[in-house]
């Protein structure tokens, strides 16, 4: 996968995505596999924005069913599956628990119909799934369960506990790197920080849009049929931009990485304001979400506020009160901008349901818009945008295959037994913290990274002593990844700065490596580690 800007401009496409976050990345992707022209640009990384920030689980729907939503909930069950069975190797099950009360609705009687209705509804959701990923039917527990579960953050009213089981993805970033890495293998050009600046009109008609390159200050114009609006965030502008009127706006959503060691299981409690939160493992660690705010944001709100941390922690501490969580223990507030809609009560909170627009009803033949409210959902909400796409371009496209085929580098079953594969293959030339902690992140693109140290010995060394990165890893995201930035290579292509800030130390040895790679002298060095700095930041 390497980042070439000319292409772009040599050729009209049958798609353009604006947007590289998980529905934009999902949406070329299938657009390619169907074998359609497709192009991609994102003004910053793939994978930034909301992408990054968010509860790194791949859920059922569950909660769906208490209002109802019987659709939404299949919908994210047969999604929930499609992730197990195209990337089996970068999620794991997950047990999630909630006190049940008295209350009718958290009562164990609505919560054992419910779990009913989720197994009916939900059937087949092990279906050509590798059998340590089948995930078991909800059941209802006692007082005892709970107590042992929760600990000293039991209530006195909890008369036990509903458990059930969803997916959590330790290697969230990775997951959306392979729909890129999907996406090229298919033949699609993509380009991060390629920011679309302008529409480019003909006769009422969208032809494309101008595009600025971030990293040279150099334009060029790209021309599609059909231009697929999935810009995240900035969706909502450019659906203005499109004509159309959007009814959604914008929040701010958080979720805490803490450095407290977490249990087996994830924790679901309300706060005093009747919202759940969850308190769940992540790479042995707690992660706590999700909070949003309750004004409407812009699309680069995204720094953190020390009085919004303290809010949120306070949040926390009423749901969880023996957790004593102090702002001393974030060691990340993962943080992105979403769709949200106001209730009855005209309170703002997460829309509900993914949204895609034409915006030929709005004058500009050749745009559609889709605004994604769910990462578990992402792709089958891009099998429903490509088919829109393929029918306006009367394109006689092969069915969706998404759902099934595996994502590239991920298709084996375990990583224990990569490993082992990995293990034979390096033949010494990698120690073996190193060689798994490369096949958790890279899948078999491990092999790449072997050879090269095989062949340089130099490279296998670790980035420092006591972080299991060998230095070819930088190397290989500058080359293989499109890894443009420190922060590309810290923050979302290795397994380094996730979760917190990895130390100066680590930064500035990734800086040296990419600086030597890239060509970057002094001043720009200093400008990509004050970057990487400001991303950990609570201001």
Not at 155 to 172: F, K
Not at 281 to 293: C, D, I, Q
Not at 456 to 480: F, G, Q, W
């Amino acid at each position: 996968m390497i980042r070439n800007l000319p292409s772009l401009a040599a050729r009209r496409f049958d798609v353009l995505v604006i947007g590289g976050g998980i529905h934009g990345l999902a949406v070329a992707y299938d657009a390619a596999q169907r074998g359609l022209a497709t192009a991609l640009v994102d003004r910053g990384d793939f994978g930034s924005g909301s992408s990054f920030n968010h509860a790194k689980t791949v859920h059922g729907g569950l909660r769906s069913l208490q209002s109802g939503d019987v659709v939404k909930a299949r919908f994210s069950i047969l999604e929930r599956r499609a992730m197990a069975r195209i990337a089996p190797a970068l999620v794991t099950p997950l047990a999630f628990m909630m006190g049940t009360t008295r209350k009718i609705t958290r009562s164990k009687l609505a919560m054992r119909a419910g779990f009913l209705l989720d197994a009916t509804i939900g059937f087949d959701r092990n279906e050509g799934v590798e059998p340590h990923l089948r995930l078991p039917a909800g059941r209802v527990l006692g007082r005892e369960a709970y107590d042992a579960a929760f600990g000293g953050n039991a209530r006195a009213e909890a008369t036990g506990v509903a458990q059930w089981s969803d997916y959590h993805m330790p290697e969230s970033d990775r997951l959306t790197l392979a729909f890129a890495q999907a996406a090229a293998a298919h033949g699609a050009v993509l380009a991060n920080y390629a920011e679309a600046t302008e529409t480019l009109l003909r006769g009422g008609r969208l032809a494309g849009v101008r595009v600025l390159d971030r990293l040279s200050g150099s334009e060029l114009d790209v021309e599609a049929r059909i231009t697929v609006n999935a810009a995240g965030a900035a969706c909502r502008p450019w659906m203005e931009r499109f004509g159309a009127t959007p009814r959604f706006q914008l929040l701010k959503a958080m979720n805490l990485v803490t450095s407290r060691p977490a249990g087996p299981a994830a924790l679901s409690a309300p706060t005093s304001g009747g919202r759940l939160l969850l308190i769940m493992p992540w790479r042995g660690l707690m992660l706590v979400g999700t909070s949003h705010s309750d004004q409407p944001a812009e699309p680069d709100d995204t720094r953190v506020f020390r009085d919004e941390l303290r809010v949120f922690v306070d949040e926390v501490n009423s749901a969880f009160p023996a957790l004593a969580l102090t702002e001393g223990d974030v060691t990340l507030v993962h943080r992105g901008v979403v769709p949200a809609l106001r209730d009855r009560r005209g309170v703002l909170g997460l829309m509900g349901h993914h949204r895609i627009h034409d915006h030929q009803q709005d004058g500009v033949a050749g745009a559609l818009s889709v605004a994604g409210v769910k990462y578990t959902t992402a792709r089958g909400v891009a099998e429903q945008v490509v088919d829109i796409v393929g029918a306006k371009l009367g394109a006689s496209t092969p069915a969706c295959r998404t759902a099934t085929a595996k994502l590239p580098h991920w298709g084996f079953g375990t990583l224990a037994s990569e490993v082992d594969r990995a293990g034979a293959e390096a033949a010494g030339s990698l120690d073996a913290g190193s060689l798994a902690a490369l096949v958790a992140t890279h899948g078999t693109a491990w092999k790449a990274i072997v050879a090269r140290c095989k062949s340089d010995p130099a490279l296998a060394t670790r980035i420092v002593p006591d972080v299991p990165v060998p230095a070819a890893s930088v190397l290989h995201a500058i080359e293989n990844e499109m890894a443009c930035t420190l922060a590309d290579v810290v923050v979302r292509r290795l397994p380094l700065g996730a979760a917190a800030y990895p130390g100066d130390t680590v930064v500035a040895a990734c800086g040296a490596i990419m600086a030597a790679g890239l060509g970057w002298d002094a001043d720009r060095l200093a400008e990509e580690i004050g970057a990487v700095r400001d991303f950990y930041r609570v201001w």
